[in-house]
């Protein structure tokens, strides 16, 4: 069955879709926005992205993969925002297993064996 | 983790056998997953608990009956832990240790079996090899204890409330448990074959026991349960315990939703294999005699943690002995693990904090003449308000004549003791004596200062 992945931009959106999926292994990796040509303004997320797109694979069948945009470096500063707030996100990137204390802030998601251990561990 | 630090190569074989009710966890042993961690956090729980019927007193005013929930509490703790369980597995794989979740045990000369949950074996061998595998609790060996009565591995993750618990021990263990179940308003009895907190000072854990009386726990001295039967099935059930005392021949009986076996911990060394490489053990209570280097009498085979025998059971100590031995190993260092004045706390409703020699102890390896004995009863500035009890907070020490009045015992009942303990505990290290501990000003208004 493989997995799949959804895009999305935003808090409401993200809790939305992944309440969607519900029932479904879900991870998403929370990333600063990005430009016109493509480029996030976190630099930590750029070198992220690929890492965790090549491991993607270690995923268990049916799994959910959410890429979500966090917003603008502003509101990610803000200490309030509601990413910070409701899913106590500390840093971006985070790369996390849904519904779990699983998770992998900053340098973490650009080590391709801890990604790998979070997409594969029981 | 400290070992490849010194670039060594290091497997981790971390495994647990369900409890007889199908309870299992993750990575971080007995304190992180059944132990230490959710035992606090949940005296914590009984302790708000406290507070909130304190804070009226204070000018707080919130006119609601105050209830708890235990599967709100329980999943809070249980996700804490799981964040610990991943923190170790994260750590461990960024430091390059290789860990397993599979069963290990000696089969020969330098190697090691493993078994994995799903019953996949592989063989490894290694240069040295350290024991660190701890201990499970003891059931009673009556009938009905393993398809009816929980274990602390069971407690901290009870899908659902206790209710009417009877409490079997009257070890910290039991106490600590017994104490946060009352603190969360549930109904509970200890039964108690003998004495109360063995090994530590019996006229504190007399004081801790009428505390724990007059606050609500039941107690049942002088029994033994011999028969669990159910009554009713649930979650919680009913089951009937009949219990013979220890003294005679009377037979009682009750009925609890629950009941806690909480008598002891056997240390995990019979199904390891050690007989295959010629590990000693000691046969009647399993635990391993190491040298003061923590070696067993195998030179490449050393242990830790709460399986050694005539140690100190505490986790801080397991981790110092551990980093201690890896640098000594692997770094040239030659500092050796002390384990004396070890400081440890009771987190009974009303906490205990202790250091060094209990009054008993102390007597016997000196001489009644020889020690001194400084003691006080106080009054917590926090506990006037609300009219708490003015006469249980309790403080003592315990010096050497000989040795210029130093200061061989500490101990101390009464809220926080363990962050009181903490210090005491230092400068007991340092060698403090009575008349330095006079000299020193106190901070006021705390516990502490007395």
Known sequence: ?122 | QEAAKYEKKVLVLDFVKPTPLGNSWGLGGTCVNVGCIPKKLMHQAALLGQALQDARKFGWQFTEEVNHNWMTMTESVQNYIGSLNWGYRVALREKSVTYENAYGEFVGPHTVKTTNKRGVEKLYTAERFLIATGERPRYLGIPGDKEYCISSDDLFSLPYCPGKTLVVGASYVALECAGFLAGLGLDVTVMVRSILLRGFDQDIANKIGEYMEEHGVKFIREFVPIKVEQIEEGTPGILKVTAKSAKGNKIMEGEYNTVLLAIGRDSCTRNIGLDKVGVKINEKTGKVPVNDEEQTNVPYIYAIGDILQDKLELTPVAIQAGRLLVRRLYAGATSKCDYVNVPTTVFTPLEYGACGYSEEAAVEKFGEENIEVYHSHFWPLEWTVPSRDNNKCYAKIICNIQDNERVIGFHVLSPNAGEVTQGFAAAMKCGMTKEQLDNTIGIHPVCAEV
């Open chain 1, 1 to 122: 069955m493989g997995w799949e992945e959804k895009q999305v931009r935003g808090y409401s959106e993200f809790v939305r879709t992944a309440q969607s999926y519900h029932g479904r292994p879900i991870f998403a990796l929370f990333c600063g926005d990005k430009d016109a040509e493509g480029r996030s303004w976190c630099p930590d997320c750029v070198t992220a992205e690929p890492v965790v797109r090549k491991e993607l694979h270690n995923m268990p069948d049916g799994s959910v993969f959410i890429y979500c945009l966090v917003g603008d470096r502003a509101y990610w500063k803000d200490p309030n925002n509601e990413f910070r707030k409701n899913l106590k996100l500390t840093g971006v990137p985070t790369l996390l297993k849904y519904g779990t204390p699983q998770k992998l802030v900053e340098e973490e998601c650009y080590k391709a064996e801890l990604v790998r251990m979070l997409f594969t561990e029981d």
